[in-house]
């Protein structure tokens, strides 16, 4: 389990400085700072909110300290804003799992400092990551949004498609989106498919599961393979999709992303069967 502790930060570590929805480090760096407290005096009125974070399956070699300065526009000579997709591709001394839960842990704490059901404030459970009402006793644990993710392939092709989200870019991914209630994964996949690219597939195969952080996405990865049906897209949604060779794929998401993986995974996979 991963836990943010009080922490007085006795001990040089790594700082994730979150102001707003950017992370503030050394200018020109894009990687967190690795300093001692006494070094950041700029964020010293923050002092009782430091916190550490502590996994153990997921060791740390040096501390990771957390410091949300929320809504407060940091203006220091020498340090700038990142966003968070920027710092988890620059950042190779802490694993993207720890990073990812930490973002996440800082957006429930943000999102719930009220009560849902009464609209008292909250307290944070010093022995588990939660927050309780202090009127009703009403508990919160992080949100979690489970979301499929399926590679489709029919022979040594993948159907990818660009979404709306990336109309000023020539990124292409493979289908994903949320599992709503009361549907299985598999149920989800079969009709996130159908409503956003028309077709039908067979045959499904888990791949794996990967913590996505924005801001609280569980993907659940599948490969599916091709059975019928046209290409027919939701404009609302994408942008256009289409059926791509594996030797002549346009550009496709990093490998930081279970996307980049699955993609990687499938290409391999499909070269294999010559």
């Known amino acids: 389990m991963l836990e943010l502790t009080t922490s007085i930060a006795g001990q040089a570590g790594l ?13 020109g760096e894009a990687t967190m700072p690795l300093l001692s407290w006494q070094s950041l005096h700029f964020i010293h009125h923050y002092k009782d909110q430091v916190k550490q974070l502590n996994a153990a399956d997921l060791p740390l070699e040096v501390p990771l300290y957390v ?4 809504a407060e526009q940091i203006d220091e000579p020498g340090w700038e804003t990142i966003s968070f997709r920027q710092l988890l591709v620059s950042e190779s001394r802490i694993a993207y799992e720890a990073l990812a839960r930490a973002w996440q842990y800082i957006h429930f704490l943000r999102t719930h400092r009220f009560c849902g059901q009464c609209g008292s404030p ?38 990818l ?3 709306v989200r990336h109309r ?4 292409f991914s493979i289908i994903a989106g949320f599992v709503e209630s009361g549907e299985s994964v598999e149920q989800a ?21 990967q913590a996505w952080p924005f801001p609280h996405s569980l ?37 930081l992303s279970i996307a980049g993986k699955m993609v990687n995974s499938l290409v391999e996979r499909l070269r294999a069967q010559d």
């Open 15 to 27: 700082w994730l400085i979150v102001s707003r929805d950017q992370i503030i480090v050394p200018a």
């Open 67 to 70: 410091v949300d300065v929320g």
């Open 122 to 159: 909250t307290q944070a459970i010093d022995w588990e990551m939660a927050v309780q009402c202090r009127g009703c006793g009403h508990r919160c644990y992080p949100r979690v949004s489970p979301c499929t993710i399926v590679a489709i392939y029919r022979g040594k092709e993948i159907l």
């Open 161 to 163: 498609a660009r979404s």
């Open 168 to 171: 000023h870019s020539d990124m």
């Open 189 to 209: 996949t079969h009709r996130e498919i159908l409503e956003e690219v028309g077709v039908k597939v067979k045959n499904l195969e888990y791949y794996g599961s």
């Open 219 to 255: 993907m659940m990865g599948y490969f599916a393979e091709y059975d019928s049906g046209d290409i027919a897209i939701d404009e609302k949604e994408i942008i256009e999709a289409d059926w791509y060779h594996i030797d002549n794929l346009p550009t496709t998401p990093p490998t």
